[in-house]
């Protein structure tokens, strides 16, 4: 069974940055896109910023220039730097990855940005 597990929410002061990881376990056999979606409160479910096996990347407008996704192949992990917080990113960030042929998700951390 493969699980995505989620690290590094928590709350931060506007400005601030949190690092945030999802890393992949059970029987992995092909890993395509990883990437991060978030839902805040009341909204739909976004997409942040997916990154390819070959390391391309695609960001929201809202987050390009502030965020970073970056992934380790050999850990089946994914990352997202995100810096100069704003408290409309706070929201529930989940990781998702195609493992196998199959989406999976993960439960999701919380980021909070106080203003």
């Known amino acids: 069974q493969v699980q995505l597990v989620e690290s590094g929410g928590g709350l931060v002061q506007a400005g601030g940055s949190l690092r945030l990881s999802c890393a992949a376990s059970?029987?992995?056999?092909?890993?395509?896109?990883m990437g991060w979606y978030r839902q805040a409160p009341g909204k739909q479910r976004e997409l942040v910023t997916i990154i390819a096996s070959d390391g391309s990347t695609n960001y929201a407008d809202s987050v390009k220039g502030r965020f970073n996704i970056s992934r380790d192949n050999a850990k089946n992990t994914v990352y997202l730097q995100m810096n100069s917080l704003k408290p409309e990113d706070t929201a529930v960030y989940y990781c998702n990855a195609i493992i196998n042929f199959m989406s999976r998700w993960g439960k999701g951390v919380l980021v909070t940005v106080s203003s």
């Open positions: 059970g029987t992995i056999f092909t890993v395509n896109t």
